[in-house]
């Protein structure tokens, strides 16, 4: 399960599917990916609980 207190980068190299979904939310995951995804969607100004609810389905998807 993906929390808010994972960093982007780990988040991606787990589940390299995820980055189309910090792409639909705009949330920096190239370049700036060292920080936790609740920090970087707060900057962001994205719905944290919306955009946990559409990594951990992507995530879940993957590992099936």
Do not use: H, Q, R, W
Not at 25 to 35: E, R
């Amino acid at each position: 399960m993906i929390t808010k207190t994972m960093i982007i980068n780990d988040v991606i190299k787990k589940y390299p599917k995820t980055i189309s979904v910090f792409s639909k939310f705009k949330v920096d995951s190239c370049c700036g990916g060292g920080a936790s995804i609740e920090k970087t969607a707060a900057m962001s100004g994205v719905d944290i609980d919306a955009l946990l609810a559409a990594l951990n389905k992507v995530a879940l998807e993957t590992s099936k």
